[in-house]
């Protein structure tokens, strides 16, 4: 009786925790409520179980808002997913089979190859609380809160496998990547039907994101995690830099640290010469891991040779949270631009058709993660400078160079557009001032911008500071994206080789005449954030985190979800509460 007795609070106190509607379930399903329309039905009356699993949710109704009026919630809530999938089947018991529980458990054991946490999923109380039903007689009450809590399991762990863990509105509250073009009935239905068709782990092998980058990932999350368990990689501990010609002991250990990344032959492990071998294969993890490819072991480079194998296992934990927010957008057409890896990309069909490097934002005036819609194309752009920089940059030249305007031939205006002489103005005291920089191709915008509207004032364009390309290390902007083949994009972008070919475009351009134009269609345009790349051969590259926006996700990614122990009337306050 004892065994029962835990058995009960154990499912019942499994059950409590998922209803709150706090950190747990904000956190764990990023997708909007179904809106199907719900019919009630009876359970049968010879179903003690359903009859209890009815009994056990019918308090929760009071909860929730009518469907057909109820606000729309980015994140979906976990319990009202419980409440519907068992309204449907007439609250029979979904987990009668045991082969259907063994496959979660597996399942949820094998989420740690996703990157997530298998103990957020409370997986010894669920295999606990399966073998007291095995081992003992239960009531039905027993066997339905038991079944509820274990459906609330298996939504919440395929919906984090599906879209993500963390609510990325919680680290950044301008976040608008939606699930335009994802209807989550689909994700939803899918679930409920693989259970249906005791197929559990069919839908978890089918949550994650497909796409090959993912796939590279979690292969790459796994080796890894074996380097881990082999004792990490060599140290380079050393408090100087290392150089060609150099012969000391560090040098043994920069080789042996050069073979475990993969970029010296292991037959050149051993000696204490900074040769040839060495240099090359140093330039080599220079180039991939986005560092000024010298050849030289610098601070920088013996910095970034020492980070420890955990944190690079937690760097791809994070993007492949990351890759669950935001794979299921890249569908289609679009341009995406990776602001830590510094460069530009279009798809066509979801296939890459076009790269190029750009500058993005400096670390004090950070580029924004956002998507748009690129919408027209401004020839021979003239350039409004900005507030901001206007008091930070523009200003103090103009105060130590008098022929700072007339060099780069930038106008004054007042508020009603008239142009001001510089001169007659108080360059100690500026107000109500516009500095417009003329069109050309050394100007500020260079020949063409890229427009897509947003709040705040960011775009894509051509630039007179091509030198910047050549940096590994690109954010040198004020938080626009300067494109080093702007014209190639524009031409992709129009779509229309008959008139915007590369002579059309040329030819728009020698006019000289500002203008702005249309696309016949409008882009979607991603700007996304990543800090490792995978390459063709599947090798991660690990970029310097140039915002520091990695330790606010992987925080927020080994927070447990809490799970207070409170009575099912406290769980419905809780609740109702919560939505109020």
């Known amino acids: 009786m004892v065994l029962l007795t835990r058995l009960f609070f154990i499912s019942r106190i499994f059950f409590m925790g998922f209803l709150i509607s706090g950190t747990a379930v904000a956190e764990t399903s990023p997708i909007e409520p179904v809106d199907a329309p719900i019919s009630i ?91 007291a039903m095995q081992a003992t007689s239960v009531t039905p009450e027993q066997r339905a809160a038991f079944d509820v809590a274990t459906t609330h399991t298996f939504i919440t762990a395929l919906l984090q496998l599906r879209r993500g863990k963390v609510d990325p509105l ?26 249906d068709h005791h197929d559990v782990a069919k839908a978890f092998a089918l949550a994650p994101p497909q796409e090959a980058v993912y796939v ?13 368990d ?28 050069m073979v475990a990344a993969g970029f010296l032959d292991p037959r050149l492990i051993h000696g204490t010469k900074y040769d040839g071998a060495v240099a090359a294969a140093v330039k080599k993890y220079q180039n991939e891991q986005y560092l000024g490819a010298d050849g030289m072991a610098g601070a920088t480079t013996l910095a970034a040779l020492n980070v420890p194998v955990q944190a690079r296992i937690d760097q791809v934990r994070v993007n492949m949270e990351r890759a669950r927010w935001l794979l299921y957008k890249l569908q289609g057409t679009f341009v995406i631009v990776d602001i830590a890896g510094y ?11 076009w790269r190029s490097r750009v500058q993005v934002g400096k670390t004090a005036r950070n580029t924004p993660i956002f998507q748009a819609q690129i919408s027209y194309i401004t020839f021979n752009p003239t350039w409004t400078v900005p507030p901001t920089i206007l008091k930070e940059d523009v200003l103090p030249k103009i105060q130590s160079n008098p022929g700072y305007l007339a060099a780069n031939r930038i106008r004054v205006l007042d508020r009603e557009g008239n142009v001001l002489d ?68 524009v031409e992709l972008l129009f779509n229309d080789p008959v008139k915007w070919n590369s002579e059309g475009i040329q030819k728009q351009l020698a006019n000289g005449k500002t203008e702005n134009i249309r696309l016949p269609v409008k882009v979607p345009v991603l700007l996304a954030y990543w800090t490792v790349d995978l390459g063709s051969d599947g090798r991660v590259a690990f970029k310097p985190d140039v915002y520091g926006y990695d330790e606010p996700v992987l925080r927020a990614l080994n927070r447990p979800s809490p799970l207070p122990v409170l009575d099912l009337h406290s769980a419905v306050g809780s609740v109702a509460s919560a939505r109020q």
């Open 422 to 489: 510089p001169s007659t103005v108080d360059w100690s005291n500026p107000r109500g001032l516009t500095l417009r920089q003329d069109a050309g191709p050394d100007s500020s915008l260079g020949q063409v911008v890229i427009r897509f509207p947003n709040e705040y004032s960011i775009y894509l364009h051509d630039t007179p500071h091509r030198e910047l390309f050549a940096k590994t290390v690109r954010a040198t902007s004020s938080g626009c994206i300067r494109v080093e083949n702007p014209l190639q994009l």
């Open 343 to 353: 460069k530009v990309a279009m798809y066509r069909d979801g296939q890459p058709i």
């Open 41 to 131: 039905i009876e359970a049968a009356a010879d179903d003690n179980v359903a009859q209890s699993i009815q009994a056990s949710l019918e308090p929760l109704k009071s909860a929730f808002p009518p469907l057909l009026t109820a606000p729309r919630y980015r994140r979906v809530d976990v319990s009202r997913l419980v409440m519907d999938f068992y309204t449907h089947r007439a609250y029979r018991a979904a987990w009668a089979d045991d082969s259907d529980v063994a496959q979660l458990i597996a399942s949820l054991n094998a989420t740690d190859t996703d990157g997530l946490i298998p103990a957020d999923f409370h997986v010894d109380e669920l295999v606990r609380s399966h073998a």
């Open 216 to 228: 590279g990932l979690r292969q790459a999350l796994a080796q890894l995690r074996g380097i881990r």
């Open 230 to 257: 082999r004792g990490g990689w060599p140290k380079v501990a050393v408090d100087h830099s290392l150089k060609p010609g150099m012969d000391e002991p560090a040098v043994a250990q920069l080789r042996a640290r």
């Open 170 to 195: 919680r680290l950044d509250i301008h976040w608008n990547f939606d699930s335009n073009g994802v209807d989550p009935r689909d994700d939803v239905n899918a679930f409920f039907a693989a259970l």
